[in-house]
Antibody, heavy 123, light 110 residues
Framework: QLQLQESGPGLVKPSETLSLTCTVS???????????WGWIRQPPGKGLEWIGS???????YYNASLKSRVTISVDTSKNQFSLKLSSVTAADTTLYYC??????????????WGQGILVAVSS | QSVLTQPASVSAAPGQKVTISCSGSSSNIGRNYVSWYLQVPGTPPKLLTYDNNKRPSGIPDRFSGSKSGTSATLGITGLQTGDEADYYC???????????FGGGTKLTVL
């Protein structure tokens, strides 16, 4: 059974860089699956916002509204992919999810999700 | 402001049928597949339907997705109190090269 687990600091200071990692375990690996893997965030009580998606080959798509501050990368040796969001503000305080696309296209829906990690931006 | 438009809330009685709409444009729903997600507060979203009308294994056939033009619809029959949740539509926007979601619809089973 596939599992995705987000990890990283729950508190980041304003203007600093938020760094999160998603570890994939179970029935799949990032490289052999040939799928896209993504990050989505959700402010408490609000809707979903896609941040970006990556394929192990290096193909990456970013949300244009965040693109200048976002970097998504993959480490196939650890079966992990990561999110870095720079110059954070209070508006970046939200729940962050990692998820797997259903098939080899960022156009496909997300069929497996991590439990989410709440990150607060505060001094 | 979400790219896809959903009603904020819908409600129906147990056993009844409800539909949730998702309106988009020619650059997203009009040319790409639509997915629907269910989210119980405090838990991650769960994929209900994908590729407009396909269901992942384990999703009962009470849930159905459809698409027509630039709109999509999620139908739920035989409503149960356990279906109370937030429902989101999502698709790819070819102009933005981005995944886009609706704002979410809260389903209340009266």
């Amino acid at each position: 059974q596939l599992q995705l687990q987000e990890s990283g600091p729950g508190l980041v200071k304003p203007s600093e860089t938020l760094s999160l990692t998603c570890t994939v375990s179970g029935d799949d690996s990032i490289s052999s699956s040939d799928l896209y893997w993504g990050w989505i965030r959700q402010p408490p009580g609000k809707g979903l916002e896609w941040i970006g998606s990556i394929h192990y080959s290096g193909s990456i798509y970013y949300n244009a509204s965040l693109k200048s501050r976002v970097t998504i990368s993959v480490d196939t040796s650890k079966n992990q992919f990561s999110l870095k969001l720079s110059s954070v503000t209070a508006a970046d305080t939200t729940l962050y999810y990692c998820a797997r696309h259903a098939y080899r296209s960022p156009e496909s829906g997300f069929d497996n999700w991590g439990q989410g990690i709440l990150v607060a931006v505060s001094s | 402001q979400s790219v896809l438009t959903q009603p904020a809330s819908v409600s129906a009685a147990p056993g009844q049928k409800v539909t949730i709409s998702c309106s988009g444009s020619s650059s997203n729903i009009g040319r790409n597949y639509v997915s629907w997600y269910l989210q119980v507060p405090g838990t991650p979203p769960k994929l209900l339907t994908y590729d407009n009308n396909k269901r992942p294994s384990g999703i009962p056939d009470r849930f159905s997705g459809s698409k027509s033009g630039t709109s999509a619809t999620l139908g739920i029959t035989g409503l149960q109190t356990g279906d109370e949740a937030d429902y989101y539509c999502g698709t790819w926007d070819s102009s933005l090269s981005a995944v886009v979601f609706g704002g979410g619809t809260k389903l209340t089973v009266l």
